[in-house]
T-cell receptor, first 111, second 114 residues
Framework: GQQVMQIPQYQHVQEGEDFTTYCNSSTTLSNIQWYKQRPGGHPVFLIQLVKSGEVKKQKRLTFQFGEAKKNSSLHITATQTTDVGTYFCAGPIKGNTPLVFGKGTRLSVIA | NAGVTQTPKFQVLKTGQSMTLQCAQDMNHNSMYWYRQDPGMGLRLIYYSASEGTTDKGEVPNGYNVSRLNKREFSLRLESAAPSQTSVYFC?????????????FGEGSWLTVV
């Protein structure tokens, strides 16, 4: 079964509120990637984190990789309706094997 | 630049029928993948091909077969469709199978088995 856990499964926020999704692995990850899937669309790569404790920002999105490289988070500041979609984290569970995706967090933004 | 192209986009099958989902990429990638996506289950890997001439099972391979026809094309076959195979199928590719590579997805194929 999947070994990359993501919470929450769903999140409904008012436009302007912040949003955070968390990703946890039972094993140390060499890297973690985040993808976004708009409703009816396909997953699109957002970012990759490689270093322990790494923090990267993309406008209102902040990505963190935990010190132990077992967890990661995506934080969106002041959500907008364009942020609606499902956010997936993905990591290699066994060495350099294909990525395993978390189940995703579906974000709804109420205008 | 089309990226990853998969066909058909929509298909309805009767239980027991067979069909093949076609996928092609024009990014000269070595690795290709087939995922299925079901509500609440995320993206689950069915099969992948690390390079031309090789294929490997993913998390949920039962009921499926794949063919890496050449470097560009990777097809997924359902020999005897079952209602449990109703899903959205995504083909994807990356430079190679190592985990540090970005995965590029096709637009998806919506399959319903009745």
């Amino acid at each position: 079964g999947q070994q990359v856990m993501q919470i929450p499964q769903y999140q409904h926020v008012q436009e302007g509120e912040d949003f955070t999704t968390y990703c946890n692995s039972s094993t140390t990850l060499s890297n973690i990637q985040w993808y976004k899937q708009r409703p009816g669309g396909h997953p699109v790569f957002l970012i990759q984190l490689v270093k322990s404790g790494e923090v990267k920002k993309q406008k209102r999105l902040t990505f963190q990789f935990g010190e132990a490289k077992k967890n990661s988070s995506l934080h969106i500041t002041a959500t907008q309706t364009t942020d609606v979609g499902t956010y997936f984290c993905a990591g290699p569970i066994k060495g350099n094997t294909p990525l395993v995706f978390g189940k995703g967090t579906r974000l709804s933004v109420i205008a | 630049n089309a990226g990853v192209t998969q066909t058909p986009k929509f298909q309805v099958l009767k239980t027991g029928q067979s069909m093949t989902l076609q996928c092609a990429q024009d990014m000269n990638h070595n690795s290709m993948y087939w995922y299925r996506q079901d509500p609440g289950m995320g993206l689950r890997l069915i099969y992948y091909s690390a390079s031309e001439g090789t294929t490997d099972k993913g998390e949920v391979p039962n009921g499926y077969n794949v063919s890496r026809l050449n470097k560009r094309e990777f097809s997924l076959r359902l020999e005897s469709a079952a209602p449990s195979q109703t899903s959205v199928y995504f083909c994807a590719s990356s430079e190679d199978e190592t985990s540090g590579n970005t995965i590029y997805f096709g637009e998806g194929s919506w399959l319903t088995v009745v």
